[in-house]
Nanobody
């Protein structure tokens, strides 16, 4: 079983950038496809991006294309979410999640098996 810990959240002005990290431990990182999700206060969780176990395939919902980039470094057991041109509506708790490398949830946005506790991103106007 994998444990996930997000970091890199904080307060940023609109138009700024942040890079979130998610460190994995407990199991070989390359055994997992990964995803980033977010949940704003009073709203449902949203799928932000997914990446397969090797890092050679990524997926973004249409609403997330252009400003978010997911990547991973299997040697560092870490998945990243680079965010640019941030807007106040990007304010949310951002979570990383994992599933077995044999699954397909990383490109669907649901069905992930393991979750971190999240990191808060606040974008001020």
């Amino acid at each position: 079983q994998v444990q996930l810990v997000e970091s890199g959240g904080g307060l940023v002005q609109a138009g700024g950038s942040l890079r979130l990290s998610c460190a994995a431990s407990g199991s070989p990182f390359s055994s997992y496809n990964m995803g980033w999700f977010r949940q704003a206060p009073g709203k449902e969780r949203e799928f932000v991006a997914g990446i397969n176990w090797s890092g050679d395939s990524t997926y973004y919902p249409d609403s997330m294309k252009g400003r978010f980039t997911i990547s991973r470094d299997n040697a560092k057991n870490t998945v990243y979410l680079q965010m640019i041109s941030l807007k106040p509506e990007d304010t949310a708790v951002y979570y990383c999640a994992a599933e077995s490398r044999y699954g397909g949830s990383w490109a669907l946005g649901y069905g992930m098996d393991y979750w971190g506790k999240g990191t808060l991103v606040t974008v001020s106007s």
